[in-house]
């Protein structure tokens, strides 16, 4: 069973049976994750999945995490990607959380399937008066299906467009985007609520330190 996020190579990658944990918000394979980034003194205050970003198993995970000092995101995507963001609560300006509205994807989805529709008949049309209704029929199904195949990956690029999730500025650093599906928004919505406490908490610790 593998565990570790690094191979025998020092290659940063996360073993099936932590994936499939951590999906499931299990927090102690959320921990083993995090703690592959961040020092060994830091405590973990809340870690969470927030969803894929694509369908059908096709897309990107999602994971953030708040400590003592610091928030931060993994991000895991298809063929081993993983990208990891932070940063130090002191320094984060101002946090956003988005909800668009679901009528854009609706009629993405609508269009999309709509012209993979019309492309049927005209393939269909087109390879009939050559190879006849029966293999006409199975080659306008095989490319059908590879159309059909790219929805996932359309809805991935909506939502780099359209937001949805969390979202950190960090001065003079990368804004920290962390998307979440819509059924993990009150997720989203408890560690935006958290990070916000922490961040005040923090400031005035370090302020106590440096008076």
């Not at 956003?96 to 989805?109: A, H, M, T």
């Not at 819509?182 to 990070?195: G, I, Q, T, Y």
């Amino acid at each position: 069973m593998q565990e570790s996020l690094k191979n025998g190579n020092g290659d940063i990658k996360v073993g099936t049976s932590l994936l499939s944990r951590a999906r499931r918000n299990d927090p102690e394979a959320l921990e083993i994750m995090f703690k592959q980034f961040i020092p060994k003194d830091e405590q973990i205050y809340n870690a969470q999945y927030l969803g894929i970003q694509g369908i059908w198993g096709i897309g990107t995970h999602s994971f953030a995490c708040l400590t003592n000092r610091r928030v931060a995101d993994i991000s895991i995507g298809r063929f081993s990607e993983l990208t990891y963001q932070e940063g130090y609560l002191e320094f984060i300006n101002s946090g956003v959380l988005f909800q668009p509205s679901k009528l854009g994807l609706y009629l993405l989805v609508g269009f999309w399937i709509f012209f993979v529709f019309s492309m049927s008949i005209s393939i269909y049309n087109t390879l009939w008066w050559g190879f006849g209704s029966g293999t006409a029929f199975l080659l306008t199904l095989f490319f059908c299906s590879l159309l059909l195949l790219l929805l996932p990956f359309i809805i991935k690029a909506y939502y780099r467009i359209v937001k949805c999730g969390l979202v950190f500025w960090v001065k003079e650093g990368v804004p920290i985007y962390m998307f979440s599906n819509r059924k993990h928004l009150k997720r989203a919505n408890m560690f935006f609520r958290d990070v916000t406490v922490s961040r005040e908490t923090r400031i005035k610790q370090l302020g106590t330190v440096f008076n």
